[in-house]
């Protein structure tokens, strides 16, 4: 049921920079709403790693940035570490007749 | 340090309701302006809001699951739980709880619990 579409995976060497799009529609990216990122390692939750489109947490590193225009949004990391290795969601509000919360469909981020 | 845990049966069988509680540690689950969420992923899957909940007990429910779903909150006990019922294996999923910081995002969430609908 997911309402945000993100590649299934990227990948890149240590030390290189990766990005991830997310992209979503008039009823949620593109309204206005603010955009947040999830990173989920191996058989944990997810934890919170950018709000506000933006904005990082207390504690997480600088490598991760995030940006949003028009009806999509992008986290990049740079500087990738094999502690990166882990599955990545943005998420967004949304105004339409479906859920509140919306996901994308996750990406893998692989440390080749 | 506030912190979430998820607990409840692992196993329902079919057609069953399921039912988890979320306790709420090292704070009040009643101060501040934030609501309580649950949110589910199946296996190899991404991730579904089911609910919320305000502390003055007003709900939210994702419209895929709303006719199943209630999500209600004990302040005295600083627990907020779900049911859902007539569950099938397509309920099957690991269910979190998570802290939605000024409506907007999911700024804590407990570690989760798998619930596999089974007979």
């Known amino acids: 049921q997911s309402v945000l579409t993100q590649p299934p995976s990227v990948s890149g060497a240590p030390g290189q920079r990766v990005t991830i799009s997310c992209t979503g529609s008039s009823s949620n990216i593109g309204a206005g709403y603010d955009v947040h990122w999830y990173q989920q390692l191996p058989g944990t939750a997810p934890k919170l790693l950018i709000y506000g489109n933006s904005n990082r947490p207390s504690g997480v590193p600088d490598r991760f940035s995030g940006s949003k225009s028009g009806t999509s949004a992008s986290l990049a990391i740079s500087g990738l570490q094999a502690e990166d290795e882990a599955d990545y969601y943005c998420?967004?509000?949304?105004?339409?007749?479906?859920?509140?919360?919306?996901f994308g469909t996750g990406t893998k981020v692989t440390v080749l | 340090q506030v912190q979430l845990q998820e607990s409840g049966p692992g196993l329902v069988k079919p057609s069953q309701t399921l039912s988890l509680t979320c306790t709420v540690s090292g704070g009040s689950i009643s101060s501040g302006s934030y609501y309580w969420s649950w949110i589910r992923q199946p296996a190899g899957k991404g991730l579904e809001w089911i609910g919320r909940i305000y502390t003055s007990g007003s709900t939210n429910y994702n419209p895929s699951l709303k006719s199943r779903v209630t999500i209600s909150v004990d302040t005295s006990k600083n627990q907020f739980s779900l049911k859902l019922s007539s569950v099938t294996a397509a309920d099957t999923a690991v269910y979190y709880c998570?802290?939605?910081?000024?409506?907007?995002?999911?700024?804590?969430w407990g570690r989760g619990t798998l619930v596999t609908v089974s007979s």
């Open positions: 998420q967004s509000y949304d105004s339409s007749l479906s859920a509140l919360y919306v």
């Open positions: 998570a802290k939605t910081l000024y409506g907007l995002y999911f700024d804590l």
